[in-house]
């Protein structure tokens, strides 16, 4: 599967770069299905993010009983600790379905976008990044499925 780095738009007075008017960032879009009715969510596909966290909200709209979750305390570039509650869920990766466990945190609102990381994505698929070329290749990791 082949997905395109997502743009998004820089402010100028804090770039350093400037030069630059947009980032370029590994965010993809990833589908639910849910008793309400499918839906999408985007993602970044983070290489140092330890696991997969999505928003709280998007827990609650699967359906999920989030705080009744397994509670973990992870940490993020803010270094200030946050919760999130993990449950095993199911979705699809350009159609694919993925089941994975996914730390659902109400903690993450000044991030646009949920995480992808080690556990629970990059240990189930091989990913390529080819900034120069704008393209994220994810393709099955047959030997640790």
């Known amino acids: 599967m082949n997905f395109k ?7 100028p007075k804090n770039c350093p770069n400037l030069n630059r008017k947009c980032a370029l960032r590994p965010v993809i879009q ?19 993010a330890d696991y997969c966290v999505f928003h709280g909200g998007i827990g609650d709209r699967l359906g999920l009983k989030v705080k009744e979750g397994k509670e973990v305390i992870f940490y993020g570039t803010s ?17 694919n379905k993925h ?4 730390g659902f945190s109400y903690e993450m609102n000044k991030l646009p976008y949920g995480i992808l990381g ?4 990059f240990d189930k698929w091989n990913i390529k990044f080819e900034l120069s070329k704008e393209n994220i290749e994810i393709k099955e990791n047959l030997v640790r499925k």
């Not at 200030?80 to 095993?88: D, I």
């Open 99 to 102: 089941k994975a466990d996914i």
């Open 79 to 95: 270094g200030e600790s946050q919760k999130a509650y993990f449950h095993n869920v199911t979705f699809k990766i350009g159609g």
């Open 30 to 48: 990833i589908d639910f299905d849910s008793p309400n009715g499918g839906f999408g969510y985007f993602v970044l596909i983070d290489s140092g």
């Open 118 to 121: 080690q556990v629970g994505f």
């Open 5 to 11: 780095y997502r743009k998004f738009p820089l402010d």
